[in-house]
């Protein structure tokens, strides 16, 4: 070793010894041990994430089956609709109530 390593060596050994080890290991313990409570403490937080994003998608599903549900009763209602509109219709075509169709209809009947 040449006399200027020794000499570092001596300076790190003197700050060392006045203010002791605890610094030291501290930061020892810091740098071994802290990438693992950080690590620990993103995978707690991307656990959280999952499960808020399960709960979306879950409440996505029930989403998605009450506007099925809506939707097959909107198609029934529009079936209903239609096929009261189609008995309107006809009777609309067939009334012999109005006096101007019952005219109509004797004229025709009769020919002229």
Known sequence: MTPSQIAALQTVAFILDKIGTWPV????????IGPWFAMA?????QSR???AVTKMYENNVA???????????????????TRQ???V???VDSNLFCPILKERSRKTEVGG
């Open 25 to 32: 290991s501290t930061l020892c313990a810091v740098v071994v």
């Open 41 to 45: 403490y993103i995978a707690w937080g």
């Open 49 to 51: 994430r999952f499960e």
């Open 63 to 81: 989403l998605v089956k009450s506007y099925e549900k809506m939707a097959a009763d909107q198609q029934d209602l529009i079936i209903l609709n």
């Open 85 to 87: 509109m189609e008995g």
């Open 89 to 91: 219709n006809n009777r």
